[in-house]
């Protein structure tokens, strides 16, 4: 995916929330949609199941306007968390400028958050994308849980930032960590281009 | 209107922690004299944590101190009903007079305004006349006021004017206390610990607290007895999973959001911080180009090449198409022209220093260079491959000369160097030059065998395309150099001067020259003495005139090359007539040839002699003026002899061309 077209003046950045079912990457996605003027948004889709679980994926579009004459679109994505929507989060995944790792940081989660960052890297890798090439950042979420329920944030860095990528912790419901983790992910997004990835 | 509020939701039956004491507080003061502090009172707070109990304690209170009070409690979408129901029975006016009238209004649900512009307009209106009339409004919702989607500033700013408080969701003492004052009032008889362990699930919501205590009511009623600590734990685990798995409802943030504030953030800041933060992270990015390409330009120009191209795209105040496409082709053309510099260098380095080999922007003039430069290097003319030494009779009278060509050949630049060919025109002289050409080429070198015109025509040549310096280089890359008529030179002061520094720089690398001459050197003027003295330096032979031996077996070979059976005498008869060169001597083997053709005959003594007796000093007499061999090698590889086209002699105006420059 071209991110900055000079062409055409354009800046598109899609970027994927991945993470483990029920970390809250949906509530990332509903948070931002609440925060965002109506004139800046698209309609954010999302398919879910009865029990609100994100069935296919949520696609919300932002228009951020024009920015040094170009016109940038940031391009939302959550994946379904559950382990067998497998093919969904494959298809979402194709094209992803970046990657938003959502962890729960509930102790008891502990290996969901390990098996979704494994199917994150085997997904990335299918498609040729290698994971340490590809912007990521971890979020934390989950972080206002009582302190005995949940990881520190060092301590998930410690189990899952191997890669000593950014990571927030987040309370995605009530917005704590999630813009703060957008821009994380976007600034990694767009200095890439500097870093001399073909534009 | 219903103004109904509910009984039990008193100031008493509030139990007051450390997320809720602001907002207790400030309802019972409200409460206490509705319409003197805090109006508007907006109070927000999640699902089940008190909101509709404050709202209902602080009509309790105000009606208790002032029972005449107009007090109205109702939810937005009962408002918002009523409302309607007034519009449609045409009584608008009524009902807006009517809320004016009120001396305290307690409005629960408002986050419904969201979106309803109407209804948003309409409550600004009864705030606005209320707060005209003294009235106190009270407000409760699930979020802040700059949460409510599409919110009239107005009544943000209303809102804000009075107080804005939330109610935190109950810590671990609050929820302890809620449970006892709950179980007290049921009845309940639980063993201690048991509501403690209840109070340690972190629920922020009383109603679900309430329905923990339920559960364990429920319980101990099953079991019959009193529940213990570890079997009130194992029943409300089920809750307690809930909670934690709900990605959720938070005492800290919820706390901390609105703990202090009066006002909540502007609905838009988050994402306007967001936009700021990106927005300057994309200019970076996007303006990053003029720093890459300033960059380039300081490394190009400090490497000698005109940057022109680049500075343009900086100069220009828009962005480029392509910035870095135009920084790829800028590089892509600077590794051509250094990949032309470098071949330059090595085919012609007097122009290594030509200023398109700076300037990207004229790759083509510099490949065009080095094309040029190529074609000026292909090494001159090779010898006619139609004379070979061994085809050079040998008699008594040329031997030394032939002899001495054959050295040359066998040895080039050791024996005799430079060998100077003397002879008369048409005694074979380019023959044996040719001959010898042939001989070094068949050994592998490379050589240079023109005649002295063509020489001359090349120098001029030069001159005129200014490409002097790769004339000389095409010359220095032959191994040999032999050079036809070197007489042809005599009074061309700069074809001599180019033939010295030539001379002098083959000798110097031990390579082979070979000159002819028409005119012997002691007869020939106008030649400089530098050249005539480095040309005696070598080995100069004489090629005299054939004798009679050497005339009848050219005449021999020469008819039995055309004849299947030749007359034994003929080339005896034709050897005794007098020649004055080889090619005399053919010429005469020729004529015969011809007379027999025209006669219908097989050529045969008589008739050589019928022929030769008539006519024997006519053919000799063409060759005694021309000072040149007449040949001339074509680059074809074919001959062209001057006897061919005897007067249709080129050299005069090409002495002309000489001079006149």
Known sequence: MSLVNFTTREITCKIVYYGPGRSGKTTNLQYIFGRVPESRRGRMVSLATHGDRTLFFDFLPLDLGSISGFTTRFQLYTVPGQSYYNATRKLVLQGADGVV????????????????????????????VDVRQLPVVLQYNKQDLPSDLVLSS????????????????????????????????????????AAGAPA | MNTKLHPGLRFEEFVIGSGNRLAATAARAVGESPGAVYNPLFIYASPGLGKTHLLSAIGHSSLAINPGLAVAYLTLDDFVEAFHAAITAGQGDAYRRRYSELGLLLLDDVQALARRREMQTELLRVVDAMQVSGGQIVLASDRPPSDIESLDDRLLRRFGGGLVVDVGAPDYETRVAILRRKAD?????????????????????????????NRLSAAESAAGR??????????????????????????????GRGAEGDVAPAETDEFNDFLQEIASTVTQQVESWRSRVAEAVLRWSGEGFRTTRLEKLLDNGAVPQDPDGALAAFATDVSRLQQIAQDLERVAPDLAGDHALRDPDRVEAAAALLERAREGLEPPSPPSPHWLLDDLLESPTNRVAVRAARAVAAEPGSRYNPLLIS????????????????????????VACVGAHDFVEELIAAIEQ????????????????????????ADKERSQEELFLLFNEFHDHGRQMVFTTGVPLAELSGMAPRLLTRFEGGLVVELPLPDRDLRQRVAERHLSARLDQVDPELPGIIGSRPAESFRAALGTVQRVLQAAEAKGVTPSAALAREVLDGASSGGGRRTVQPRTSGVTPLVTGGIRSREKMVWEWPDVPARLIEEWR
């Open chain 2, 423 to 446: 002879a008369a025109s048409g005694n074979g002289k380019t023959h044996v030059l040719h001959g010898v050409g042939n001989a070094l080429a068949a050994a592998g070198l490379t």
């Open chain 1, 154 to 193: 060092d301590a998930l860095d410690e189990a899952l930032n191997f890669r000593a990528v950014q990571s927030f912790g987040a309370d995605a419901l009530h917005g704590s960590g999630v813009f703060e983790t957008l821009k994380g992910i976007s600034e990694s997004v767009l200095r890439r281009l």
């Open chain 2, 226 to 255: 009193p529940l213990s600590v570890a079997e009130a734990r194992a029943e409300l685990a089920g809750i307690a999973d809930l909670v934690a798995s709900r990605s959720g409802a938070t005492v800290e943030s919820a706390a």
């Open chain 1, 101 to 128: 790792f959502v962890a729960d940081s509930q102790a008891r989660r502990f290996d969901d958050n390990i098996e979704s960052l494994q199917n994150l890297q085997e997904n990335l890798l299918e498609q040729g």
């Open chain 2, 185 to 213: 009032a049921r009845g309940l008889d639980l063993a201690p610990g048991v509501l403690e362990a209840a109070a340690e699930i972190p629920l922020d919501n009383v109603r679900e607290l309430l329905g923990a205590l």
């Open chain 2, 466 to 489: 200014d490409a002097v310096p790769r004339w000389r280089a095409r010359w220095r890359r032959a191994d040999a150099l032999l050079i036809d008529d070197v007489h042809l030179l």
